[in-house]
């Protein structure tokens, strides 16, 4: 079927087009780590973005990964699903006395209460406590891996704020930052976009709940340039500047984030929220607790709760075939509130984890040290994790907004064009240690047997953003056929001129 774009969603198309491909496909050359332009460029704008580009684009990263192996339960004769003692403390660490004491006074607790105190207990929590990013930590992220794929990210949100119209603010939202490299990367593609972006009003805004790592993403994004908020109560409670002048705040919640047409950026993000446990047995539904194991006082066991709990009752879908479901109450909350910002503000939300469809059973597990850890074993110094359910994500979000995916990382990257950049690095890289942390950094985020098939992207965007444009009217066009809405980079394969 012959489609055809309005002259305004041509031209668009074809300036944004041109600017990827500029950064995409400009020749140039590896000399002393610096990158300089080679070959005819057309005009001083094509030489400046191919210097920016090749300079953003041509340095190489190489980091470990975490494992992503799942770590599956241990089922016993009785109600015990899990046991797991100290590691070899004699005396109980602080967040385990915290949790035995809780116990004793109210009895087992959900799995969501665990993990929430766990790791965000104001005092005592993990994310509060450690920084426990990169190679030294317990875990590793997409972004420290390669800056590619942060600035991939960015080429999606400039592509979504031009298919929205090109608003004339542009707030990017980050929930759970890290250390602030993909927002770094991020901001590194508007810099070099700028004759795209115009003049949009952009700033950024975190997410945060972690002091520590507040900190490291300040100094990361600001330098010098931040300070915290004067009184305690203030939803803002850190506020700064990059070096280009763009303001960068901080938040404890979404809900304090300013309305506005925002894009949405969670990565790594929802699979660290507490998450219910429910297991079916004979009498029906049962919601799965965190006890005291009664013949080792300072060691925690899993149990099932003989009668139905509230979240037994009110999470578990009538249909539901699996025999063991986890669910994040509280990633379907923030989902509902990021598409009724979208419904009410515009934007577009990308949730970047690993995940299913609604088809895997018990995916709770621990990390430290990039090794997998007993979730039970000394709370407070592992990170905890569970798949995204992203079928339950898309049924919170509702009717009012368009749900794409979930598609594999290697599927988005590839879609964003992520090979065509890196023939242009290898082309005109001749270091071999530079060229071998390009080909093993590209390997990582997209081999299906590492983080290609195991991450997935999901979005949730404004449903204009999918609606067909409205035919103009006239005699001369009556017999043309139906616009089609502009295609969504990642979702489906980016065109370059």
């Known amino acids: 079927m012959c489609c055809y774009e309005t002259r305004c969603q041509r031209k668009w198309r074809k300036i944004f087009q041109n600017k990827i491909s500029m950064a995409i496909n400009g020749k140039a050359t590896f000399h002393n780590g610096l990158k300089k332009c080679n070959g005819t460029l057309k005009g001083r704008m094509r030489a400046l973005l191919c210097v920016k580009a090749q300079q953003l684009l041509s340095r190489g990263f190489i980091h470990p990964?975490?494992?992503?192996?799942?770590?599956?339960?241990?089922?016993?004769?009785?109600?015990?699903?899990?046991?797991?003692?100290?590691?070899?403390?004699?005396?109980?660490?602080?967040?385990?006395?915290?949790?035995?004491?809780?116990?004793?006074?109210?009895?087992?607790?959900?799995?969501?209460?665990?993990?929430?105190?766990?790791?965000?207990?104001?005092?005592?929590?993990?994310?509060?406590?450690?920084?426990?990013?990169?190679?030294?930590?317990?875990?590793?992220?997409?972004?420290?891996?390669?800056?590619?794929?942060?600035?991939?990210?960015?080429?999606?949100?400039?592509?979504?704020?031009?298919?929205?119209?090109?608003?004339?603010?542009?707030?990017?939202?980050?929930?759970?930052?890290?250390?602030?490299?993909?927002?770094?990367?991020?901001?590194?593609?508007?810099?070099?976009?700028?004759?795209?972006?115009?003049?949009?009003?952009?700033?950024?805004?975190?997410?945060?709940?972690?002091?520590?790592?507040?900190?490291?993403?300040?100094?990361?994004?600001?330098?010098?340039?931040?300070?915290?908020?004067?009184?305690?109560?203030?939803?803002?409670?850190?506020?700064?500047?990059?070096?280009?002048?763009?303001?960068?705040?901080?938040?404890?919640?979404?809900?304090?984030?300013?309305?506005?047409?925002?894009?949405?950026?969670?990565?790594?993000?929802f699979d660290a929220l507490p998450i219910h446990k429910f297991q079916r047995t004979e009498k029906g539904w049962r919601e799965v607790l965190v006890d005291i194991d009664p013949e080792k006082p300072d060691t925690l066991r899993f149990v099932v709760a003989p009668a139905p709990t509230l979240a037994s009752t009110s999470l578990v879908q009538a249909d539901e075939t699996r025999d063991h479901v986890e669910v994040s109450a509280e990633g379907g909350v923030i989902v509902q509130q990021l598409a009724r910002r979208i419904i009410e503000d515009g934007g577009a939300a990308l949730i970047i984890d690993y995940g299913h469809n609604g088809t895997k059973t018990d995916t709770f597990r621990g990390f430290k040290g990039h090794q997998l850890h007993d979730v039970l074993a000394s709370p407070g110094s592992a990170d905890l994790t569970a798949d995204v359910d992203f079928n339950y994500l898309r049924r919170m979000a509702g009717g009012g907004v368009a749900c794409l995916g979930p598609v594999t990382q290697r599927t988005f990257l590839k879609n964003m064009g992520i090979d065509t950049r890196m023939q242009v690095l290898l082309r005109n890289c001749s270091d071999p240690s530079t060229r071998k942390q390009l080909i093993s950094s590209y390997n990582m985020l997209t081999n299906p047997a590492k983080m290609g098939e195991r991450f997935h992207f999901f979005s949730l965007l404004h449903p204009s953003r999918l609606a067909k444009p409205q035919k103009p009217e006239g005699l001369k066009l009556e017999k043309k056929k139906s616009p089609a809405p502009l295609p969504v980079a990642g979702f489906t394969e980016l065109k370059f001129a």
């Open 65 to 269: 990964v975490r494992p992503s192996a799942a770590v599956r339960w241990q089922a016993a004769p009785s109600k015990l699903f899990c046991s797991s003692p100290p590691d070899g403390n004699n005396t109980p660490p602080s967040m385990l006395r915290h949790l035995t004491s809780k116990i004793k006074a109210t009895g087992p607790i959900p799995v969501a209460e665990y993990m929430r105190e766990v790791l965000t207990n104001p005092v005592k929590g993990y994310y509060v406590r450690n920084n426990m990013l990169g190679p030294e930590g317990d875990f590793i992220t997409s972004p420290e891996i390669s800056q590619i794929f942060g600035e991939l990210i960015g080429v999606w949100i400039i592509s979504e704020w031009m298919g929205a119209g090109q608003p004339k603010q542009l707030q990017l939202v980050e929930l759970g930052p890290g250390k602030g490299s993909l927002a770094s990367d991020v901001l590194r593609v508007f810099s070099q976009l700028q004759s795209v972006l115009g003049g949009a009003s952009v700033s950024l805004h975190l997410v945060e709940v972690s002091p520590a790592l507040s900190l490291l993403q300040a100094q990361n994004l600001t330098g010098n340039r931040s300070q915290e908020a004067d009184a305690k109560d203030d939803p803002v409670y850190r506020r700064g500047e990059t070096d280009a002048g763009l303001p960068v705040s901080w938040y404890h919640r979404l809900d304090d984030v300013p309305t506005g047409f925002s894009v949405f950026v969670a990565h790594e993000f």
